[in-house]
């Protein structure tokens, strides 16, 4: 009898150490989930790939670029399919409600004539597209989310880049060193 109970008692705590190795190991490779649907991810990354080219845009200071590639990415996000994403409906309606933001503000940004108002509404859609691939993740991808400390009068922006190269969207070719790697989403 007492050997059932130590053989019992050695399972129960193997079975309980394992998950932790298993925790710490993935906490080690700082590799996040991106559990939903190919499909979501696949347009996810066009958006993400037009949203590159936007903020090359803005690095070059190049105006029609910078039309061409927020109209580009207003569509991708207008099509993005939340619908496929499984999670619980609140988080869902804040994705879509994120989403119609972010078009809405490409929308604003297409109309404005000014780089500097441009460059203010890229900079909330920056934010909120951030917000939506935290939330979702972009399999096999890492994201590197970037900071000016000096634009728009020191206040500070973000936005996010493929790469951790140098490149400013908020003072382009003028500023190029005033970037700072805050941090990286790596799925």
């Known amino acids: 009898m007492r050997t059932i109970l130590a ?41 993400m790939d037009a949203y590159y080219d936007l903020t090359d845009g803005f690095s070059t ?14 569509q991708h996000m207008d099509s993005l399919p939340v619908h496929l994403l499984q ?4 988080r869902q309606a804040d994705i879509r409600t ?3 933001s972010i078009s809405a503000e490409l929308a604003g940004l297409q109309k ?12 909330m859609v920056s934010d909120m597209l951030y917000d939506v691939v935290k939330q979702t993740g972009l ?7 970037q900071y000016c400390p000096m634009a728009f009068n020191d206040r500070g922006a973000y936005w996010m880049s493929r790469s ?5 969207p908020y003072f382009g070719n003028e500023m190029l060193g005033c970037v700072q ?3 990286s989403l790596q799925y």
Do not use: H
């Not at 999670?87 to 609140?90: C, E, I, L, T, W």
């Open 7 to 47: 053989l019992a008692l050695l399972v129960i705590i193997a079975c309980n150490e394992a998950p932790k190795q298993e925790t710490t190991a993935k906490e080690e490779t700082g590799v996040l989930k991106a559990p939903y649907a190919q499909q979501f991810y696949d347009s996810l990354q066009v958006a």
């Open 61 to 74: 200071g190049n105006v029609t670029y910078i039309n061409k590639w927020s109209a580009r990415l207003q």
């Open 87 to 90: 999670m619980d409906s609140a």
């Open 98 to 100: 994120n989403t119609g």
């Open 112 to 123: 404005e004539t000014g780089l500097e108002e441009k460059r203010a509404a890229f900079e």
């Open 139 to 145: 399999k096999g991808k890492t994201i590197y989310r």
């Open 164 to 168: 951790n190269k140098l490149q400013n």
């Open 181 to 183: 790697v805050t941090d």
